[in-house]
T-cell receptor, first 113, second 117 residues
Framework: GESVGLHLPTLSVQEGDNSIINCAYS??????FIWYKQESGKGPQFIID?????DKRQGQRVTVLLNKTVKHLSLQIAATQPGDSAVYFC????????????FGGGTRLMVKP | GAVVSQHPSWVICKSGTSVKIECRSL??????MFWYRQFPKQSLMLMAT?????????EQGVEKDKFLINHASLTLSTLTVTSAHPEDSSFYIC?????????????FGPGTRLTVL
């Protein structure tokens, strides 16, 4: 994914519903894909990662899906809670490029009580 | 574990002055530290990569003489914004990598908000 524009896309969901946040990436040579959560005025917080040779990985209330055919990554949050409200970024990691991270543009998740 | 701190958390300075931001890995040795800049409602943009004891590698478009990076120890990197101008106002975030895990996961600091008047 590439950082684009000045307006973050926003996903608004009702508390308790499931959320799906999407990300498109461009570099097929990436080794890992990582999802981060960033609350206002704070640094990014690691949520979950997935290796490029996998297509699904589950964590606590979160699932990451990787579709290498269309270069698409998604983060699914089950039973979304108000505390999940934040900006979510996907990032690509290339081990052979000094473990550089390239961040996507981000999506703002707003959870309505 | 894997805590990264930044100091200060926010700073306001006058145009033309220099500002130093510190990034520390508190409970691990960071072989590599990264500096990012984030403008409002935008993503993180990598500014430079710094390895302990060597010169930083700057991304294209980032002026190395304006953004001085020093990585003097395995737990401390500093970013100095020299002759700051209002357009340098931004949120500066550092990250650090150790050697654990299957890849060198980056642990992020809480960020420093710089406002240049």
């Amino acid at each position: 994914g590439e950082s684009v524009g000045l307006h973050l896309p926003t996903l608004s969901v009702q508390e308790g519903d499931n959320s799906i946040i999407n990300c498109a990436y461009s570099n097929s040579a990436s080794d890992y894909f990582i999802w981060y959560k960033q609350e206002s005025g704070k640094g990014p917080q690691f949520i979950i990662d997935i290796r490029s040779n996998m297509d699904k990985r589950q964590g606590q209330r979160v699932t990451v899906l990787l579709n290498k055919t269309v270069k698409h990554l998604s983060l699914q949050i089950a039973a979304t809670q108000p505390g999940d409200s934040a900006v979510y970024f996907c990032a690509e990691n290339r081990v052979n490029a000094g473990n550089m991270l390239t961040f996507g543009g981000g999506t703002r998740l707003m959870v309505k009580p | 574990g894997a805590v990264v701190s930044q100091h200060p958390s926010w700073v306001i300075c006058k145009s033309g002055t220099s500002v130093k931001i510190e990034c520390r890995s508190l409970d691990f040795q960071a072989t590599t530290m990264f500096w990012y800049r984030q403008f409002p409602k935008q993503s993180l943009m990598l500014m430079a990569t710094s390895n302990e004891g060597s010169k930083a590698t700057y991304e294209q478009g980032v002026e190395k003489d304006k953004f001085l990076i020093n990585h003097a120890s395995l737990t401390l990197s500093t970013l100095t914004v020299t002759s700051a101008h209002p357009e340098d106002s931004s949120f500066y975030i550092c990250s650090a990598t150790g050697t654990s895990g299957s890849y060198n996961e980056q642990f992020f600091g809480p960020g420093t908000r710089l406002t240049v008047l």
